[in-house]
């Protein structure tokens, strides 16, 4: 059922929207630029720039930004509001261990994500080293969500009847030649992933890479990205027993319980 206008207005009204404001300053700064100035803050936030100024000013207070003349930038006290979230979830203490051991055993890096509006966002990533491949992504990373095995996976997680709602809502950018570009192929691809339990993409966010991957809660993931023909077909099967067995002992561990 639709929210009433009476309801609409009683959330509006338990909604701060100087916070909210502030909050949007904080998210523009997304990592495909070190500093940004007030006029681009505004310009991405939607807001004017005498509240860009604020939102931006009000930050600087706070210690989450600085502002070197004309040009504002993240400070590392931005990683205190992750901070809660990877310590309730263990992702330290539990997690990163059993993706570790994993991606050693397998020679590719593994990683885990959840859904984050319209992008797969990464919560953590394996650290062992000489996998084959590496795109310098980080927790936080956002990676397209209809585009990669990651976002796949996540979409086969949603309820039928949203899904849909949900292709329609991601940008349906082409990366590559082989980015699907029709919805509902795409669909027919996240039904294929919900019925065998796992999805492959083959070069439609990378040209020449293969992704992978697996449920591991109902909102969280695991996935893979190795280069195609690597060990050919064995060398997939064996990559994705390999997830499925750590999908299988972050379960048990009950670690992402509340994922």
Do not use: W
């Amino acid at each position: 059922m639709p929210p009433t206008a009476d309801s609409s207005t009683q959330q509006d009204r338990n909604i701060a929207a100087t916070f909210a404001k502030g909050m949007a300053v904080l998210e523009v700064f997304d990592g495909q630029v070190p500093a940004l100035t007030l006029s681009e803050i505004a310009r991405l936030t939607g807001q004017d720039r005498a509240t860009a100024r604020r939102g931006a000013l009000t930050l600087v207070h706070l210690g989450y930004l600085r502002q070197d003349g004309r040009h504002f930038s993240l400070t590392p006290r931005v990683l205190t509001l992750a901070g809660g979230f990877l310590r309730a979830h263990q992702i330290g203490r539990q997690v990163q261990p059993v993706l570790n051991h994993h991606a050693a055993a397998l020679g590719v890096e593994i990683t885990l994500a959840s859904r984050d509006g319209d992008h797969a966002l990464l919560l953590a990533q394996s650290t062992a080293h000489g996998g084959p491949i590496s795109y310098g992504f980080t927790p936080g990373s956002r990676l397209p969500l209809l585009h990669t095995s990651l976002g796949r996976m996540l979409l086969a997680g949603e309820a039928p009847d949203r899904l849909e709602g949900r292709i329609g809502e991601a940008p349906l950018t082409r990366f590559t030649e082989q980015s699907l570009t029709d919805p509902a192929q795409i669909a027919a691809t996240v039904a294929a992933a919900r019925q065998a339990g796992y999805v492959i993409t083959d070069g439609e966010f990378e040209p020449g890479i293969v992704g992978i991957a697996v449920a591991v809660a109902p909102h969280a993931v695991l996935g893979s990205s190795v280069p195609r023909g690597r060990d050919g077909a064995d060398g997939l099967d064996a990559i994705l027993r390999g997830l499925q067995n750590c999908a299988s002992e972050l379960r048990l561990a009950g670690a992402l319980s509340g994922l």
